[in-house]
């Protein structure tokens, strides 16, 4: 149910606009989380340290076949970051989020892989280490969803930026703690979260140490009730 209206200052001094909150999730540290979505409804994912990678799948919500997709996404655009002014499409061309609002350093990598087991493994990493694509599929499994593949993932608060020579730069984050985007579903979906587990690069901060983020479902307004 709705509650009061929240405006929250956090640590850092960052306030959020003035919103009713209809459901506040903690996505913790290494952890994932699936959420349903309706269309034209809204949440925001707040980054409290601002330096935590998000990755981010969509799913049209009875269609497991239709997600978002990174690679339709560059096509339709002809760019590698995904911003406020670029609706977030799937894989049959259809918008299925937009990101309304941004206050991150407003560039979200659309190029790397969510990571993974074999790639833990190939870091030196000990057996059993937490992925963002097993975090993923649990995530769904929460919700009773099974998907057959792994699309590529958006990695929100990520900064990876193309090299002339066409190599990639992993660039430490730059967004501010407190900082959040608020996506809207343009049709009945399912998002997942990953609060990326990754603690050997320093793609979560130079700290390596993953945080938990917050997702917060917002409560209609008189635009989008
Ligand atoms: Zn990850």
Not at 53 to 67: K, Q, T
Not at 77 to 105: C, G, K, M, Y
Request: overall charge neutral.
């Amino acid at each position: 149910m709705a509650t009061a209206l929240s405006s929250k200052t956090d640590s850092a001094g960052t306030r959020r606009r003035a919103e009713r909150v209809e459901q506040s999730i903690v996505l913790p540290a290494r952890r994932g989380k699936a959420v349903r979505l309706r269309a034209g409804r809204r949440l925001r994912l707040v980054n409290p340290y601002g330096v935590q990678a998000v990755d981010l799948w969509a799913f049209v919500d009875g269609d497991i076949g239709e997600h978002l997709s990174m690679e339709h996404f560059r096509s339709v655009h002809s760019t590698i970051f995904a911003t406020v002014d670029t609706p977030l499409v799937s894989n049959a061309q259809r918008p299925l989020l937009t990101i309304i609002e941004d206050t991150s350093s407003g560039r979200h990598d659309t190029l790397l892989c969510p990571c993974n087991e074999p790639l833990y493994r190939q870091l030196g990493a000990k057996p059993g280490h937490r992925s963002c694509t097993d975090n993923l599929h649990e995530g769904l499994g929460e919700l009773g969803l099974v998907a057959p593949f792994t699309p590529a993932s958006l990695n929100l608060f990520m900064s990876v930026e193309v090299r002339p020579d066409g190599s990639l730069e992993r660039r430490l984050p730059s967004s501010k703690p407190g900082s959040y985007l608020v996506l809207r579903a343009e049709v009945d979906v399912v998002i997942a979260f990953s609060c990326c587990p990754q603690d050997i690069t320093p793609i979560n901060g130079p700290e390596r140490t993953p945080r938990d983020c917050l997702i917060e479902i917002l409560a209609p307004t008189a635009e989008n009730a």
